[in-house]
């Protein structure tokens, strides 16, 4: 009896965990991605969710309050977006949360531009393959994701479109939270090596 009520315990945990963490029941990612890949996406989305939540704090330690919040400050001055993505998130842990694998199934290296002893390396949103079969998932975001593809990146009309549909997600759901994710670590600062 003992064993039974610890397991539904360790059970309940487990999936108060998950369902906090956003994972939905309905996971179109595996659709598109490997279990490895998903498990990378779901700790680099994890990473980017602690972010805000560092950021953006509020009374009830809401998760979609932090993101509301987020939101709105990039509403406040969109001329400065650009920058206050940037100042927000260490884009160089990328890298950290996902293999060379699971990173090209999302983005793809651009330029690598030197400043002084700097090497910075573009990266921009892959315009083709599984990230942007997985986006044609969402109808909503239909002229986002064709921007994508004709622009080969995230162009000033894609990020305006998102600007405007980014409400809309679920804030709640990995996937929706991973396409966020993906948009604003595409703009904020690349990562960036010491030249040897």
């Known amino acids: 009896m003992k064993m039974k009520f610890m397991f539904s315990i360790i059970l309940l945990c487990i999936y108060s965990y998950g369902t906090e963490q956003g994972i939905s029941k309905d996971n179109t990612l595996k ?21 805000i939540k560092s950021n953006y704090p509020n009374d009830t330690n809401s998760l979609a309050e932090s993101y509301n919040l987020f939101f709105k400050d990039l509403n406040t001055n969109k001329v400065d977006i650009y920058e206050r993505v940037l100042f927000k998130f260490d884009q160089k842990k990328i890298l950290k949360y996902l293999k060379k694998d699971s990173f090209d199934k999302i983005w793809r290296v651009g330029n690598a531009v030197n400043y002084d002893d700097y090497q910075i390396t573009e990266i921009a949103v892959r315009h083709d393959g599984c990230y942007m079969s997985f986006l044609k998932q969402y109808p909503l975001l239909t002229d986002y994701r064709e921007s994508i593809e004709i622009a080969g990146d995230i162009s000033p009309e894609s990020f305006m479109l998102f600007f405007e549909l980014q409400t809309k997600l679920n804030l709640n759901n990995l996937e929706d939270r991973l396409i966020i994710t993906v948009h604003y670590l595409s703009l904020s600062n690349p990562p960036i090596k010491r030249n040897e």
């Open 31 to 51: 659709n598109y991605f490997s279990k490895t890949e998903i498990r990378e996406f779901t700790n680099l989305v994890n990473y980017f969710d602690q972010t």
